[in-house]
């Protein structure tokens, strides 16, 4: 049988699987699912992990999210990051297990590792992809993956002409359906034990200064565009802040209102920042441009609040609030004050 690979990415302080790896096993499921629509070929899905142990709960999620086996590549080399080490032990797992699709995802790792693994393995790399399909051509089946290109103002389907076909997907790029068949197999493969022969890890810390941001999860967000700026005076961004710690929501904004300073670059969504599937988004004076779109358009309910009623942002929203958004968060302070 064919088969899609799934590089699962642990953390490896508590062996818990990164969301994303649910989102990649579940696309891989839509995928198989489209393989045998269109000719009738059958893929399973395989999700590879790579660590010195794995959390029990993450492997019955990656099982309920349709891997049809899942695999821990572990050895004790592998209880630290290292970009060779990890590329090694992964090729060396593959070499032997060999899939027509391996789906990375785009994590700080994810990039480091994927572009490594794939020149390895001979083979192309789509990164940062926002759609994955199959298609028939030449009656061959083909991964399609689709991203955005000359600065975004066209999204490019890009086949590979090589095996295997590779991607990167960002986090929150697809969402994770769980309550498939959790009748997959797990097992283990220990490769050997290699060795860093440039880099040696002497420890690991956190680094100091950055706000931690995680829009994994996020169930409401409000986000700041730069309808909400008064020169730079952060009066309304300040205020934002304090009604997201009100409502318990988390606070995102626009790539101008990072440019501009406004707010701190982690907080950016779209493109070039994270991307968000929140239950809720609400879209304070934002323009709606395709690259800031492109981060939150799978959230459940969209709102937009803008002065402008043929703001773009509102082809993209669930309810359209045609106001002055600082007003509104005066008001939602007053209310809860
Ligand atoms: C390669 C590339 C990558 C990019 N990546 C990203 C990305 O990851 N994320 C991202 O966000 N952008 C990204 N951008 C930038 C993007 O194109 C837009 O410039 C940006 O999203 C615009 O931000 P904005 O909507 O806050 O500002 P503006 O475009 O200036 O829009 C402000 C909006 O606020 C409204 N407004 C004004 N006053 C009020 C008020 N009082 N109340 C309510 N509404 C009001 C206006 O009508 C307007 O619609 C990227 C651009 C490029 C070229």
Known sequence: MKKITVYCELNLKNYTMLPVSYELISKAVELSRQAFELKKEQYSVEAVALGSNLDE??????????ANRVVLVKNKTLSAFSQTIFAQSFIEYYLKNK?????????????????????????????????LDFILKNDELKLAPTRPTFGSELMATILSKKFPQCATVRPNTFVANFGLNADGQYCEFEPCEYSETRVKLLRTMLEKNTTDVNFDNAKVVLAAGFGLSEGKDKKYYLRLEELAKKINA?????????????LPREFQIGQTGSNVVADVYIAFGISGAIQHVSGMKNSKTIIAINTDENADIFKYSDYKITADAKKIIDEMLEILS
């Open 57 to 66: 709960d993450s492997l019955k999620k990656a099982l309920n999210a349709g």
């Open 250 to 262: 988390k606070l995102a904004c626009t790539r101008k209102v990072a440019d501009f300073d406004l």
């Open 99 to 131: 899939s027509e699709v391996i789906l990375f995802p785009a994590t700080p790792y994810g990039r480091i590792l994927a572009p490594r693994i794939t020149t390895i393995l001979n083979t192309g790399l789509v990164a940062d992809c926002t759609g």
